[in-house]
């Protein structure tokens, strides 16, 4: 999620956020409350070669919510889809919205943002079977995402507590949904996502790779975060990774490697003990 205020600004995170070099198909997900700047904030990211920008109003942080941005916007449906209306009609590419299932309980309005946003020209619709209220606690009702399905004739894409292909097969099915999401369940496996696509394809139950791979690929992503945010700030934004990475090789974070790893402010340091863990007989029987 990129900040449109930030990423109009030039602010360093922001644009590495949204950086899609030498990725085939590069979507950029946007947030903000103001039209003019979340429609500049949508050329910017197509002129970069975005394929598609996408619309937060799920996210619940309350940082986020507290600028009436992300899922407060189900709040204000009308200025909800005034945004939208500016971003549809500032880019060429096909534009998609992210929500939640409501505010509340007693506000379970996704349907009709839903229908809104694709008499507005929103390509795809994807909801997360919580409310903004709920945060992240109990289990995603994918079935109440059903409703949006029937609301609408664009594409819906279920999201919430998707952990593996078994998890997609059950959310499309009860959701009604033409795909899933995958996004807690990937930070420190981004593996996982592929694995579960090749499933649904009907390629066989994904597998982790091994652990010499697994380490590659978690060693690489770090020194991306590094060269990408700088040390100083790579260091700190990469530990919620580290602690993915280290939690799914069998190291939770009760243990003394997950500790170790995640508090390390040495990069030479966090490559030897990454690795390390990759290489313990606990990463095999995790995996």
Not at 102 to 126: C, F, I, K, Y
Not at 136 to 156: M, N
Not at 197 to 205: I, T, V, Y
Request: hydrophobic share 50%.
């Amino acid at each position: 999620m990129v900040d449109s205020a930030f990423f109009m600004a030039g602010e360093a995170a922001a644009r590495l956020k949204a950086d899609g070099a030498g990725i085939a198909c590069h979507v950029v997900q946007i947030a903000g409350c103001d039209p003019g700047r979340l429609a500049e904030a949508a050329k910017l990211a197509e002129g970069e070669g975005a394929a598609m920008v996408d619309i937060n109003m799920g996210c619940p942080a309350r940082k986020v919510v507290g600028g009436l941005a992300g899922s407060a916007l189900m709040r204000d449906l009308d200025h909800a889809v005034t945004l939208i209306r500016a971003v549809v009609g500032a880019v060429s590419v096909p534009v998609s919205l992210k929500m939640r299932l409501g505010w509340d309980d007693a506000s379970r309005n996704a349907p009709e943002l839903a229908r809104r946003a694709e008499a507005e020209g929103v390509a795809m619709v994807t909801v997360h079977g919580r409310t903004r209220c709920q945060f992240y606690k109990g289990a995603a009702d994918w079935t109440a995402i059903r409703a949006v399905v029937d609301a609408v004739a664009v594409p819906v894409v279920a999201n919430g507590d998707c952990t593996s292909a078994a998890d997609a097969r059950a959310m499309l099915a009860a959701s009604g949904a033409d795909a899933v999401m995958v996004g807690r369940a990937a930070v420190g496996r981004p593996w996982l996502v592929g694995g579960i696509g090749r499933a649904l394809d009907g390629e066989g139950e994904p597998d982790a790779p091994p652990a010499a791979a697994r380490r590659d690929a978690a060693l690489a992503h770090y020194d991306t975060l590094l060269a990408g945010f700088g040390v100083s700030h790579g260091v700190r934004h990469a530990r919620k990774h580290l602690a993915g990475y280290a939690t799914h090789a069998g190291f939770g974070p009760a243990t003394a490697a997950h500790r170790a790893l995640v508090t390390s402010d040495d990069p030479a340091d966090v490559r030897a003990r990454l690795a390390e863990i990759f290489m313990d007989t606990r990463s095999e029987l995790a995996a």
